[in-house]
């Protein structure tokens, strides 16, 4: 079995930055994508960043050009930098464990708040 415990989730204004981490306690199980997950009240819960072990990354169009995802495979953690927040970013931001880049999660984080006013 695998935990996630995300950290850095908080409130910010418009046009401020944050920083998403997420530690995995072990590696392999399958996991070779992790990622970032949101979901707003009321909506689904949908991508919004992923990366593989080798480097490579899948965004939403909603967040590129502000979000960058990158990981560190030694520690067993991804970072989600999060830049030009907007009020529409509010959510509570998953952290995933999965197969593959495309693959339905094995593995969640427990949540982390994060809320950008206006």
């Known amino acids: 079995q695998v935990q996630l415990v995300e950290s850095g989730g908080g409130l910010v204004q418009a046009g401020g930055s944050l920083r998403l981490t997420c530690a995995a306690s072990?590696?392999?199980?399958?996991?070779?994508?992790m990622g970032w997950y949101r979901q707003a009240p009321g909506k689904q819960r949908d991508l919004v960043a992923a990366?593989?072990?080798?480097?490579?990354?899948n965004y939403a169009d909603s967040v590129k050009g502000r979000f960058t995802i990158s990981r560190d495979n030694a520690k067993n953690t991804v970072f989600l930098q999060m830049n030009s927040l907007k009020p529409e970013d509010t959510a509570v931001y998953y952290c995933?464990?999965?197969?593959?880049?495309?693959?339905?999660?094995?593995?969640w984080g427990q949540g982390t708040q994060v809320t950008v006013s206006s």
């Open positions: 995933a464990g999965a197969y593959a880049l495309g693959s339905p999660p094995r593995y």
């Open positions: 072990r590696s392999g199980f399958g996991i070779n994508a």
């Open positions: 990366i593989t072990r080798g480097g490579v990354t």
